[in-house]
């Protein structure tokens, strides 16, 4: 039982480049997330997913995009990168109202 | 709108002295209630919860929180700290009204003196 995972660990992208930070989870969780950490800030929501096909905005959802086409995996993409977004990103699931957190990915747009 | 404050940004205790992390929230109802922990460099693991019953519940660690209802706060204690304690604390509401947001405090870094 991995928990949840997330790939990669470290990026580094220049301005306007495009990526997707993966997200899987092998706990059978309906409920995924998508949070960003910047220093001060605590963690903010940016998408969430209630099951596969339904995903939903949280605080801070502009330059990100998200699918849920299956339980597991739970993908945040970067359409077009931007200096703002440089920060931690952490993954989770939930059951039973206890999140369950990834590893998270520190990304850096030059 | 609904809220979480952690009024201490950085704490600084020495090894063997007591702590407390301060956490208080703005919302309608009694949400559920999370501290978390972060070490350099890692995700966030759980201390302890709240969802209802006793108002002081006991986590990983020694650590225990007592929710106050009157204060709408959820204060996070240890009785004897160690030099391993160093770390970011975040604490977290879940909102309990049919969605399944969570808002977190802008976190307490700390650090420990040996």
């Known amino acids: 039982n991995a928990g949840v995972t997330q790939t990669p660990k470290f990026q580094v992208l220049k301005t306007g480049q495009s990526m997707t930070l993966q997200c899987a989870q092998d706990?059978?969780?309906?409920?995924m997330s998508w949070y960003r950490q910047d220093p001060g800030m605590g963690l903010r929501l940016i998408h969430y997913?209630?099951?596969?096909?339904?995903?939903d905005q949280g605080e801070v959802p502009n330059g990100y995009n998200v699918s849920r086409s299956t339980t597991e995996d739970f993908p945040l993409r970067l359409l077009s990168a931007a200096p703002s977004q440089t920060s931690v990103y952490f993954c989770?699931?939930?059951?039973?109202?206890?999140?369950?957190f990834g590893p998270g990915t520190r990304l850096t747009v030059l | 709108a609904q809220s979480v404050t952690q009024p201490d940004i950085h704490i600084t205790v020495s090894e063997g002295a007591s702590l407390e992390l301060r956490c208080n929230y703005s919302y309608g109802a009694t949400p559920y209630l999370f501290w978390y922990v972060q070490s350099p460099g890692q995700g966030l693991q759980l201390l302890l919860k709240y969802f209802s019953g006793d108002t002081l519940v006991q986590g990983i660690k020694g650590f225990e929180a007592e929710f106050k209802r009157s204060q709408s706060s959820f204060n996070l204690r240890k009785p004897s700290v160690h030099w391993s304690d160093a770390a970011e604390y975040f604490c977290?509401?879940?909102?309990?009204?049919?969605?399944?947001?969570?808002?977190f405090g802008t976190g307490t870094r700390l650090k420990v003196l040996a």
């Open positions: 989770a699931s939930t059951l039973a109202n206890e999140q369950f």
């Open positions: 997913s209630v099951g596969a096909g339904i995903t």
């Open positions: 706990m059978n969780h309906e409920y």
């Open positions: 977290a509401v879940h909102l309990t009204s049919g969605t399944y947001k969570y808002i």
